[in-house]
């Protein structure tokens, strides 16, 4: 074996012992026991190849079982939290993102919490939602002090809410309580980009109509405020929620649609790569970067660089030495963040599937980037289905004739919002001029994402599913792949 193959198997295993120590528990004393026994395995029997392999495996599930064991709440952590569920006290902290508004009330997530009386660690060095009316609002930055009833997260149709927050470090709600502002927020980068965001959110409702106003918004600034439920649950039954979400599949399919448009006009290989990445960059200071966006611009610049040199095969270490790496700091990702889940998933789609795929369709032309576009959406869809089912419970055969005809113009709308938008600082009338095209591709892509919606035939609706069903799932695809690489 290479280097570079040691390399893969050892993140593999780590990201596999991450995986089952998140639903086993074994005490960490036992794991050290077996990660010294497993040293002790390549000292006397380095020399055999097989296990030395073995061995190395063993030490990095290991190592990613320890990582597991120790970044779980410890059974005092979790009385200390539950010592306070359900008291009326009065606390202040700082805002530490920029509120989101969600049917009509403000979300507002509050660190640096302070309260005199309450000796509570996990308290002042974690942080807490709060939920509040739409007005007055609030800004990233504020300190504030609030008094309320205070209450540890509960789960909610199956899905493990408590612990999803808990792995974030939140670890209690508070639903309305009284607040008053003790002091403004500084005038930093932070707040800028906030009341940017903010402004540039009253632009997009003054130059487009609803619902592609809230479209805009949610694809180019994260902002899903203004996006009904009805609109929602038509993006969710036809799986192109990705469209607007901040996702690994998302950047990933608008970086190398810029870096093809940037190579189709004449640019250099290297220019358009830079080009590309720094669009990347623009964006997610544009929606001010959220881990989700962070961990997704970082796939999709590995995913650029492939393409930069010529070989998208050569991305798949690095993809998982990244996602090794976002596991190590946060090894509840793997269970409880479904956005995690997707966007790994389906950036490791696009760079072993994707080949094969487009290897299979060589013959036809790739007219537009069609062909293109038809296989990344299969080859990211391939890749995600149990996550999808197991998370949005509903699955339709026709997502992916919903995504091919809808994701070609994803790239049109965002760069077509982004210049409307800087137009309408300037000028409203000049925004909403140049603003007419976007809506009627937004008018189009609605039409057909509600279409498909409509649509009985092909929809199935799924309760309770096993993990067996996922690890099933996986273990064929990985033996089709291999056993294809090998004929091939």
Not at 471 to 482: D, K, R
Request: with cysteine; aromatic share 14%; net charge positive.
């Amino acid at each position: 074996m290479t280097k570079s193959r040691y390399f893969l198997l050892s993140c593999i295993s780590f990201i596999f012992g991450i995986a089952i120590g998140s639903f086993i528990s074994i005490q960490v004393w036992v794991l050290f026991l077996l990660l010294g026994i497993s040293f002790v395995f390549i000292y006397l029997f380095g020399s055999s190849k097989i296990l030395q392999i073995i061995s190395l495996s063993v030490i990095f599930f290991i190592l990613g079982f320890i990582s597991v064991e120790s970044n779980k709440l410890s059974e005092n952590e979790i009385t200390t939290i539950e010592k306070i569920n359900g008291r009326k006290i009065s606390l202040e902290g700082k805002i530490v993102q920029a509120p989101s508004i969600t049917n009509g009330k403000q979300k507002i997530v509050i660190s640096n919490i302070k309260e005199n009386g309450l000796q509570n660690e996990l308290l002042e060095s974690g942080s807490m939602i709060i939920y509040l009316e739409r007005y007055p609002e609030y800004n990233i930055g504020d300190k504030i002090s609030f008094e309320g009833k205070i209450n540890i997260p509960e789960d909610f149709d199956g899905f493990e809410y408590k612990y999803y927050l808990f792995a974030q470090g939140i670890y209690y709600i508070e639903y309305y309580p009284k607040v008053e502002l003790l002091k403004e927020a500084d005038k930093d980068i932070w707040f800028n980009i906030a009341s940017y965001r903010k402004s540039a959110s009253e632009v997009v409702k003054k130059i487009y109509s609803q619902p592609q106003a809230g479209i805009i918004n949610a694809m180019v600034l994260g902002e899903k405020s203004d996006l009904s439920d009805e609109t929602l649950e038509s993006f969710n039954r036809t799986g192109t929620r990705h469209i607007i979400a901040i996702s690994g599949l998302h950047m990933t399919i608008i970086g190398v649609l810029i870096m093809y448009l940037l190579l189709a006009v004449g640019l250099n290989r290297n220019f358009a790569f830079y080009l590309a990445v720094l669009g990347i960059g623009f964006y997610v200071t544009l929606v001010g970067f959220p881990a989700s966006a962070v961990r997704a611009s970082v796939m999709s610049v590995m995913i650029l660089l492939a393409v930069k040199v010529g070989r998208l095969s050569s991305a798949g270490i690095a993809i998982i030495f990244a996602g090794s790496l976002m596991l190590l700091l946060n090894p509840n990702l793997l269970r409880y963040d479904t956005g995690f889940q997707l966007s790994f998933l389906a950036v490791i789609g696009i760079i072993y599937i994707y080949p094969k795929l487009d290897f299979c369709f060589r013959k036809y032309s790739d007219y537009l980037k069609i062909k293109t576009m038809f296989l990344i959406t299969i080859s990211a869809q391939i890749a995600t289905l149990p996550i999808i089912i197991n998370s949005f419970g509903q699955f339709s055969v026709f997502s992916v004739f919903a995504n091919i005809l809808v994701l070609p113009f994803v790239p049109i709308v965002m760069i077509g919002g982004i210049i409307s938008i800087m137009a309408g600082f300037v000028n409203l009338l000049i925004g909403q001029i140049l603003a007419v095209p976007i809506w009627l591709i937004l008018s189009l892509q609605l039409y057909i994402i509600n279409n498909f919606a409509g649509l009985e035939i092909g929809f199935f609706s799924f309760e309770n599913v096993s993990i067996l069903f996922g690890v099933v799932y996986y273990g064929i695809l990985i033996f089709v792949l291999y056993f294809y690489g090998i004929k091939r």
